[in-house]
Structure formats: C-alpha cells, structure tokens
C-alpha cells in the first residue's frame, strides 16, 4: 500500500495509455509542483456520475509525467503528457489543506492478467 496524491476528472488512464492534461485548478497546481520537486507520480480517477459508490469502490490508474512535456505558464497554469502505469484500488483518502485541499489516497495495487490471443482454430 501507498499513497498517492489523486487527480479525479472526466477521463479513463490505463496502463500504457497517453493523456494530455491542462492543469489550473490550485490544488492540481500544488500537485504539479510537488511533483516536479520529487517523483512525477500521482493517480487519476474517474469520476462517477453515480453517487451510491462508496470510496472503497473508487479504482484508478497511476500517472508519471512525461517530463520533456511538462511546462508552466507563467500565471502558473501547467500542460504536461502522462502515461499510465498501474492500476489501483482506493482504500482511503483524505485532503491536504497545506496543498490547497488536494486529495491523497492509500492505494493497493491490482496486477493486470496478460491478454492472450486465442488461437484460430
């Protein structure tokens, strides 16, 4: 288990998937920063339009920075590509206020099952 710092939007990561992100909000912001300082890892989760979920259902998929993509604006906006790595279930979270409310997880990751292709019969 780990924590890692959680973006939640409107999009589906998987591993080895590649998205672009604006980031502006100043808790992803906050995040940007941080991990630009350290390791340019964090998750993403989709958000749910279903609101009966409860956080030990929440799944996502970690992201590191593309580092050569990653560049601030100079009202403080970043642009950056990431790719998947490994999917993760949310065990619990909790917001920082010292990061803006940024949300962080405890997280397990899942090992993904190779996909075979069957064989023509």
Same mark, same amino acid.
């Given at each position: 288990?780990?924590?890692?710092?959680?973006?939640?939007?409107?999009?589906?990561?998987?591993?080895? +998937? =590649?998205?672009?992100?604006? /980031?502006?909000?100043? !808790?992803?912001? #906050?995040?940007? &920063?941080?991990?630009?300082? +350290? =390791?340019?890892?964090?998750? /993403?989760?989709?958000? !749910?339009?279903? #609101?009966?979920? &409860?956080?030990?259902?929440?799944?996502?998929?970690?992201?590191? /920075?593309?580092?050569?993509?990653?560049?601030?604006?100079?009202?403080?906006?970043?642009?950056?590509?990431?790719?998947?790595?490994?999917?993760?279930?949310?065990?619990?979270?909790?917001?920082?206020?010292?990061?803006h409310g940024l949300v962080f997880g405890k997280v397990?990751?899942?090992?993904?099952?190779?996909?075979?292709?069957?064989?023509?019969?």
């Amino acid at each position: 288990m780990i924590e890692l710092p959680l973006f939640f939007m409107d999009a589906c990561l998987i591993p080895g +998937g =590649v998205l672009t992100l604006h /980031i502006f909000e100043p !808790r992803y912001k #906050a995040m940007m &920063s941080r991990c630009m300082q +350290g =390791v340019a890892r964090f998750g /993403i989760v989709k958000i !749910r339009s279903n #609101a009966q979920h &409860s956080e030990s259902e929440i799944v996502g998929c970690s992201a590191e /920075i593309i580092l050569p993509t990653a560049r601030e604006t100079d009202d403080g906006r970043w642009f950056c590509d990431v790719v998947g790595r490994k999917r993760f279930v949310v065990l619990d979270c909790h917001g920082n206020d010292d990061l803006h409310g940024l949300v962080f997880g405890k997280v397990n990751f899942v090992e993904d099952i190779p996909y075979v292709t069957p064989s023509p019969e």
